[in-house]
């Protein structure tokens, strides 16, 4: 299973803004539940102003209880817990 482009360009610039240390983290609410997230964003400037743009925000909880891994034995599967 490939991971399409604008993840992979999304990945990129996320990459660059850490290495020229402009990443940052900032409390946000979610915008359906009104939920407070913490969500990365890389920052940037135009006209004088920053201007951040978010890519995702950190899980909640445990993130290995929110991810099923993909499975090295089968290239289109993913690795499922017992519980699952």
Same mark, same amino acid.
């Given at each position: ?6 993840a992979?360009a &999304?990945?990129d ?8 240390? &402009? @990443?940052?983290?900032?409390?946000? @609410?979610d915008?359906s !539940?009104r939920?407070?997230? =913490? $969500?990365?964003?890389? $920052?940037g400037? #135009?006209?004088?102003e =920053? $201007? ?11 993130p290995?209880d929110? =991810?099923l +891994? +993909?499975d090295p ?6 690795? $499922? #817990?017992?519980? !699952?």
């Open positions: 299973m490939a991971i399409p482009d604008h992979r &999304n990945f610039t996320l990459l660059r803004a850490a290495a020229d240390g &402009n @990443l940052a983290l900032m409390e946000c @609410l915008a !539940t939920e407070p997230r =913490y $969500v990365l964003c890389a $920052v400037r #135009s006209d004088g =920053y $201007v951040f743009t978010p890519f995702g925000h950190l899980a909640d909880a445990n290995f929110a =991810y +891994p +993909p034995d089968d290239p289109t599967g993913f690795i $499922v #817990s017992p519980a !699952t």
